[in-house]
């Protein structure tokens, strides 16, 4: 099966959007673009020139996914989440050339919240959380669950999403049983998890 691509929805030529994929209303999908399979692009979706993402990816409506973005397989960015690319912007001195961007990179699993800002140049890792309004300004730890303004690790995660309680350097998710280690910012799966 083919990418669905809605009728009022732009892919350019050159741009490259995998099988299963669906683009929904108002999408503007623009050269160079790869879109990995299985992805949902929700409405007024904008994927910049060169941007790559991976599989398994959701993008809920009004995000616009500039060059210099890379979205691992499983991301979810929620409505109207932001990201920037450039560091220090200013419409007198345009920066706008692939040199000039700052690649921000979101890794596998990583959920993303509605309204949060990622500014441009980190990395949120694994299975990290942000919450819904967070500002990002420094990379995120994997499991990590950030909040706040600027963003803050306030808990951890489970790769299913739900909160990790620590008792020592031990947790085991109560919705799934996964079993997580803990050493001071690192957060793994137990062997055997």
């Known amino acids: 099966m ?3 691509v809605h009728e009022s929805s732009y892919v350019d030529d050159g741009a490259r ?3 299963r994929t669906k683009v929904w209303h108002f999408c503007h999908i623009t050269t160079g673009a790869e879109i990995g399979t299985d992805c949902s692009l929700g409405q ?5 020139r060169n941007v790559k993402i991976g599989n398994h990816v959701k993008i ?3 995000v616009s996914v500039y060059e ?6 499983y991301v979810f960015c929620g409505p109207s989440m932001v990201f920037t690319n450039v560091r220090t912007p200013r419409s007198a001195f345009p920066r706008n050339t692939a040199a000039d961007y700052a690649e921000t990179r979101v890794k596998h699993g990583a959920s993303i919240g509605a309204n949060a800002t990622v500014v441009c140049g980190v990395t949120i ?5 942000i919450a819904a309004g967070a500002v990002v300004t420094k990379d995120v730890p994997a ?3 950030a909040a706040g303004v600027p963003a803050r690790v306030i808990g951890w995660v489970c790769q299913c999403g739900v909160t990790l309680r620590f008792e020592g350097s031990a947790a085991t998710c ?4 996964r079993g997580y280690r803990r050493d001071g910012d690192r957060v793994t799966l137990s062997e055997g998890a």
């Open 2 to 4: 083919s990418a669905f």
């Open 17 to 19: 959007i995998g099988e």
């Open 44 to 48: 007024n979706v904008f994927v910049a």
């Open 60 to 62: 809920q409506n009004n």
């Open 68 to 73: 210099g973005v890379v979205l691992e397989d």
């Open 125 to 129: 890792h694994e299975w990290a959380f």
């Open 143 to 145: 499991h990590a669950l």
């Open 174 to 177: 109560g919705e799934c049983g």
